[in-house]
């Protein structure tokens, strides 16, 4: 088992703990409208061919437990890095985002198309998230370089701030209110816990301004750079 496997693994097994325990969490702040967290990210984009094969364990919760929130494939993605995690209040306008693209950009020059195979199903106490294994060093040679950069910058920032990010996951379903056949959802993560979903060879990356959930209608991309064969 891979370093990245053991640490899902662990993940997912704490996260059952606690649902045995206590039940799933939903989240709350999925419906106020006064949530007004935003903050800036870099990310990837699944292709549709990918989101299609999301969209089969999707549509397998959204069919037992409705009412839940499910990524509409728009929304779907998977973090490289949160530059500054999303806050209240948080404002671009008073930010040099000129300076933000020009020190990510030369973070990203060395750096090639990142390739992930996405692969299983996992738990957190108030989402389900489809797990992402990097094929090749990219994804950590980015967040490496970036890790770099900002070290030696006086740009507002948050790196690795909540905590040091290895994964490569992709949130697919968040609780918004109680889970009324928790053991359904639990067969449906069983049942969906080795499946193969699909690789990606990812050949951008977006710089985005967003909110705590990624909903399009809220995600401005301020810069897209291209990633090198």
Same mark, same amino acid.
């Given at each position: 088992?891979?370093?990245?496997?053991?640490?899902?693994?662990?993940?997912?097994?704490?996260?059952?703990?606690? +649902?045995? &325990?206590?039940? $799933?969490?939903?989240?709350?702040?999925?419906?106020?409208?006064?949530?007004?967290?935003?903050?800036? =990210?870099?990310?990837? &984009?699944?292709?549709?061919?990918?989101?299609?094969?999301?969209?089969?364990?999707? =549509?397998?919760?959204?069919? =037992?437990?409705?009412?839940?929130?499910?990524?509409?494939?728009?929304? %779907?993605?998977?973090?490289?890095?949160?530059?500054?995690?999303?806050?209240?209040?948080?404002? !671009?306008?008073?930010?040099?985002?000129?300076?933000? *693209?020009?020190?990510?950009?030369?973070?990203? !020059?060395?750096?090639?198309?990142?390739?992930?195979?996405? @692969?299983?199903?996992?738990?957190?106490?108030?989402?389900?998230? +489809? &797990?992402?294994?990097?094929?090749?060093?990219?994804? /950590?040679?980015?967040?490496?370089?970036? &890790?770099?950069?900002?070290?030696?910058?006086?740009?507002?920032?948050?790196?690795?701030?909540?905590?040091?990010? %290895?994964?490569?996951?992709?949130?697919? *379903?968040?609780?918004?209110?109680?889970?009324?056949?928790? /053991?359904?959802?639990?067969?449906?993560? @069983?049942? $969906? !816990?080795?499946?193969?979903?699909?690789?990606?060879?990812?050949?951008?990356?977006?710089?985005?301004?967003?909110?705590?959930?990624?909903?399009?209608?809220?995600?401005?991309?301020?810069?897209?750079?291209?990633? !090198?064969?």
């Amino acid at each position: 088992m891979t370093a990245l496997q053991s640490h899902y693994s662990q993940l997912h097994e704490e996260a059952l703990k606690h +649902i045995a &325990r206590e039940g $799933f969490s939903y989240d709350t702040a999925l419906e106020d409208p006064k949530d007004n967290r935003r903050g800036l =990210t870099l990310l990837l &984009r699944p292709d549709e061919e990918l989101k299609a094969s999301f969209g089969r364990f999707i =549509t397998a919760v959204k069919t =037992t437990d409705p009412d839940q929130y499910f990524y509409p494939p728009a929304d %779907i993605h998977v973090t490289i890095m949160p530059i500054i995690s999303c806050y209240p209040g948080f404002n !671009k306008e008073s930010l040099d985002l000129s300076g933000y *693209i020009s020190l990510i950009r030369k973070a990203l !020059k060395p750096v090639r198309k990142m390739q992930i195979r996405f @692969e299983g199903v996992m738990a957190s106490p108030s989402c389900l998230l +489809i &797990r992402g294994f990097p094929v090749n060093s990219e994804l /950590e040679h980015c967040r490496e370089n970036l &890790r770099a950069a900002f070290a030696t910058t006086h740009l507002e920032q948050s790196l690795d701030k909540r905590y040091k990010l %290895i994964t490569a996951h992709s949130t697919v *379903i968040r609780f918004r209110q109680k889970v009324n056949q928790p /053991e359904k959802i639990l067969d449906i993560l @069983e049942q $969906f !816990k080795d499946c193969f979903f699909g690789e990606q060879v990812f050949d951008q990356v977006e710089f985005v301004f967003n909110d705590w959930y990624q909903r399009n209608e809220m995600v401005k991309t301020l810069q897209s750079f291209p990633l !090198k064969h």
